[in-house]
């Protein structure tokens, strides 16, 4: 980056006025060219963060200039990112003189991230400034789905809704209200929400997510996900490409690379060549659903060859339950244990792993010792991937934690933790009672152990007619388009009887609020109030999302009352849209919702949202002290800390073995144990276990140990699952006719770049990856006589998709695989938006179920207020497949099966790439032969869902309420 002399080239270019003459005499004066820093001089300018005693006013070059030498004075305003579920860091630079955010860096107060982003981060800055975003307030006009809109103010769209929630309440209807909500992004907020309207009206996208894992997570320990401590870790086990993809992407990389760094060994299982198996020492291209013949054949090996944790097994599992219950027989030994262990799993020999994986038996084994040998540092992780893919794919989780297990690795440092020990649980004001409504659209009687909501199913709830939504809210969420089966959304979306009024709460246009009766912009990561804490490490910690130009406008002296004052346009933000919905629905108090949204400084007012935040911070360890070392003083000291920072670290690192805590004497006042299994009670509910003589805490099953026999399982009508095991998968090679040409089709993994349907505004992003073709092994390409941008006709259980190949030895042989957050869409008549990423598409009905999309045109250049609109120069925008994939909701879990069965063959003469065909009458058949698979409620004593079992929003669990099935309705 230093002077330079002009090369031959250069000089005669200059000279003919080509380029600009940058070496004519007096050009280069230090304080005009760039050039005459020397690249060691400028990487120390730019080598450390700003300090935070300079971000409101912060001087640095302009690189857009160079060579010229140009300040720019910015105020830097943190927040957080919204483009994943990791919540990382980011510092937003807002030009001081215009006032506008000119660019995203990282923060490095942010515990998770470190100042570090992917490129997601950065990218807000394209979202934020993309040309096609809403900036209004929008509500139809003609019929829905027509596409026609007006603009409207909020007061007009607040007092709507309100009024027809109101009503829906005053009249009981309390079920046809919903929130349905794909990535929430904040801690508990709409909990307070809705729970303070008293109605059971969360809805999420879990169940197409990740419920899988959880609930095998669930059964074990009560704990629903993982928190891996990769960077102090011995051997590390991804059952997926999480490295570079995953939940916690970011922060989990760093610290997975940390770990390598100090010797760790990382595996990873995957029918792809991924990213993170391309940086890993063990790659295991498993074939997709035997994941847990493998794992289970290693904890064989451990079993068989004493690797185990004797001390663990011993004091924390149930295995003298599990010895009453399965060999009543055999006397009640730690040994007979062992050997009862290794007698159920005789089967699971590594040469069983290898038939039904594919993966090596050798390699098996070794993984297997360096687990063992591992010990108490095991770190492993499992989410989407195989959990949320396969019929019994909850298994894969329940089989990775018996390896946690047999190893001592629980919440041990290295090890794995639960995730709840790392994550911060907010204190809200004025908390409202647990709903005393169940709301059987979203936990129907028939999948009484899904751990969430069964909203993959919803269409087809409401089109036999179980119920209607009459207010329902889609939020960050985009179903016609991510979901399985999107015509069936279509076509209920259409249908007024179904939903009477649906507001799509989104900053940009997506296929879902085509569909919707009001269009209310929400703010992106830099224009939204958020709290944030994930469990992203050994440590816990809390960010904060800020609208930054708020922030900005109250350090420079012209704070605002509400957000949309300073965003552009009039964009909104969840929280004081919802704040004040709720104050309109009780106008005069009596229905008793207001008092939820009082101030708690300014009794009988409306809370502002400092005032929220603020109630939270100050409740927070060590928060406010740090605020007033800081020299923050007053009132909302802990609020303006967190203004300043973004983030705190409520606990460094030091959270591991917290099933150890002993019982203080007040909480044990009262209590008594039981003889039998050690379980020590309180007002009738479990609140901890005696282990060696010591009242421990323990975990939150009904044994407060890990749970290798499920009791709960026996109980709730699945007794041939009461311990771990290995279930085939709906697309195991047994019920696939490679005569036919079937193959399985992995659609759930996810590329680095791209942030599911979030990314079409975002025109880095959508510049690096664009199109998602099949991936296929040479091998089968071979067979086909395909090559690389062929085209191929996957035939699904209720249509068709027509896509390019892409040849490649990435691919497991046997096994094709298409990305799944791209081909992005519009018709004609649609608003437009996302431009980077949408193709444009014709889509016709023939009333009668039929569906087919063809495509009119791919991606181009367009004029806009954005230069780099005009330099489009990819025209590929992929194909739509999850539109084609039928709902296949495991019977247990409720976790939509995203593995497809399909069959491949060479596209007709006059089918063309992005073709696509759905019956969904067929796809009504596919989801009723789903459902009897299920085995209903009730279970004990008339209930809906094991008590124990967490559920989101929990309703009321009294006896005799919600949670128990009257007995006329059993």
């Not at 419920?211 to 059952?239: M, Q, T």
């Amino acid at each position: 980056m230093g002077y330079k002399k002009p090369s031959f080239i250069e000089n005669i270019a200059e000279k003919l006025g080509i380029i600009p003459n940058l070496h004519k005499e007096g050009y280069q004066e230090y304080d005009k060219d760039m050039r005459q820093f020397s690249d060691e001089e400028v990487a120390k300018m730019y080598e450390n963060f700003p300090p935070p005693e300079k971000w409101d006013n912060w001087v640095e070059y302009n690189p857009k200039v160079w060579p010229r030498k140009e300040k720019k004075t910015y105020q830097i305003v943190p927040t957080t990112c919204f483009n994943c579920e990791s919540a990382c860091g980011l510092t937003a630079f807002i030009d001081k003189e215009t006032q506008e955010v000119k660019k995203f860096e990282g923060n490095p107060y942010h515990p998770g991230s470190r100042g570090r982003n992917c490129a997601k981060g950065p990218a807000s800055i394209n979202q934020v400034t993309d040309p096609d975003r809403i900036l209004f307030p929008l509500k139809r006009k003609g019929k829905r789905g027509d596409g026609e809109w007006e603009r409207v103010s909020w007061d007009d769209a607040l007092d709507t809704i309100a009024t027809r929630i109101r009503k829906a309440i005053l009249e009981d209807r309390h079920n046809e209200i919903a929130y349905h909500v794909g990535r929430p992004g904040n801690e508990k907020f709409m909990n307070w929400i809705l729970q303070g309207w008293g109605i059971d009206g969360h809805n999420s996208h879990t169940n197409i997510c990740s419920s899988g894992a959880r609930f095998g997570y669930n059964l074990w320990y009560g704990y629903d996900r993982p928190s891996p401590d990769h960077a102090e870790a011995k051997f590390i086990l991804l059952v997926s490409a999480h490295l570079e993809s995953g939940h916690y992407f970011n922060p989990h990389a760093q610290r997975i690379i940390e770990g390598k760094m100090k010797g760790a060994k990382l595996a990873t299982m995957d029918p792809r060549l991924s990213n993170t198996a391309s940086m890993s020492d063990y790659w295991l291209p498993s074939y997709p659903g035997t994941e847990a013949a493998v794992l289970l054949a290693m904890a064989l090996i451990i079993l068989e060859e004493g690797l185990y944790n004797r001390d663990y097994l011993e004091n924390w599992t149930n295995w003298k339950e599990y010895l009453k219950a399965r060999h009543s027989d055999k006397e009640i030994t730690f040994e007979n244990y062992i050997a009862a262990m290794i007698d159920e799993y005789k089967e699971f020999t590594p040469e069983y792993a290898e038939k039904e994986s594919g993966v090596k038996a050798d390699m098996i084994i070794e993984i297997a010792h360096k687990i063992g040998e591992a010990g108490e540092r095991f770190a492993s992780h499992n989410w989407r991937a195989a959990g949320a893919s396969n019929l019994g794919g909850w298994a894969v989780a329940r089989c990775l934690h018996f390896l946690t297990v047999l190893t001592g690795a629980v919440g041990a440092k290295g090890g794995t933790s639960p995730n709840s020990w790392n994550k911060f649980k907010p204190t809200q004001p004025n908390p409202p009672a647990p709903q005393k409504k169940w709301n059987e659209l979203h936990f129907p009687k028939e999948y009484p152990l899904a751990f969430f909501e069964m909203s993959q199913l919803l269409p087809h709830f409401l089109k036999e007619g179980r119920g209607k939504m009459d207010v329902y809210f889609s939020r960050v969420f985009n179903p016609v388009w991510t979901y399985p089966d999107g015509f069936t959304w279509m076509e209920m979306f259409s249908d007024e009887t179904k939903f009477g009024l649906h507001a799509a709460l989104t900053p940009t246009w997506n296929e879902t609020a085509f569909y919707a009766d009001f269009v209310l912009p929400m703010g992106l990561a830099s224009e939204r109030h958020d709290l944030n804490s994930y469990a992203t490490h050994g440590g816990t910690w809390i960010a904060f999302r800020q609208p930054v130009l708020r922030e900005a406008a109250r350090r420079n002296g012209k704070p605002v009352k509400l957000t949309y004052e300073v965003n552009p346009g009039e964009v909104w933000e969840e929280d004081e849209f919802f704040i004040e919905l709720s104050w309109r629905i009780d106008p005069d108090g009596s229905m008793g919702i207001r008092k939820t949204f009082e101030s708690p400084y300014r009794p009988g007012e409306k809370i502002t949202i400092d005032e929220y935040y603020q109630y939270i911070f100050e409740r927070v360890k060590g928060l406010n002290e740090t605020a007033k070392a800081d020299g923050f003083t007053g009132q909302f000291a802990a609020l303006e800390y967190m203004k300043k920072y973004g983030a705190y670290e409520i606990e460094k690192g030091e959270s591991y073995k917290m099933n150890e805590n002993q019982l203080t004497d007040e909480q044990l006042k009262g209590s008594k144990v039981d003889p039998i299994n050690d379980v020590i009670s309180k007002d009738g509910k479990g609140i901890g276990v005696m282990i060696n003589g010591k009242p421990c805490v323990g975990f939150p099953t009904p044994s407060r140990k890990n749970e290798f026999y499920s009791q709960t399982m026996v109980d709730w009508k699945w007794p041939e699952y009461a311990t771990p095991t290995y279930i085939k998968s709906h697309i195991h090679n047994d019920v696939l006719d490679k005569s036919k040409g079937e193959y399985v089709l992995v659609p759930t993994f996810r590329l680095p770049t791209l942030i599911h349907s979030r990314s079409g505004n975002a025109k880095w992003l959508v510049e690096i990856s664009n199109r998602n073709p099949i991936w296929m092994h040479p091998d089968d390409a071979k067979k086909w006589g395909f090559q690389t941008g062929d085209l191929v006709k996957l035939n699904t259980d209720i249509g068709y998709f027509i896509d390019k190949v892409w040849v490649t030895q990435s691919m497991k042989p046997g096994v094709v695989a298409c990305s799944h957050h791209i081909g992005r869409w519009r018709r004609p008549q649609d608003q437009t938006g996302n431009r980077w990423a949408t193709n444009t598409v014709n889509i016709e009905g023939d009333g009668k179920g039929g569906w087919r999309m063809n495509t009119i045109s791919g991606i181009e250049p367009f004029e806009s207020s954005d230069k780099d609109s005009k330099r489009i120069f990819w025209k590929d925008g992929g194909v739509h497949q999850n539109i084609t994939h039928a709902v296949h909701p495991d019977p247990i879990s409720g976790m939509h099966t995203w593995h497809q069965r399909v069959r491949i063959e060479k596209p007709g003469k006059d089918e063309k790439y992005g073709d696509i065909f759905v019956d969904t009458n067929k796809s009504h058949e596919i989801y009723k032969e789903w459902l009897a698979m299920t085995r209903p409620a009730p279970g004990p004593n008339g209930e809906r869902r094991p008590l124990w079992f967490n559920r989101a929003f929990t309703p009321d669990k009294s006896e005799g309420g919600c949670y128990y099935i009257p007995k006329e309705e059993q």
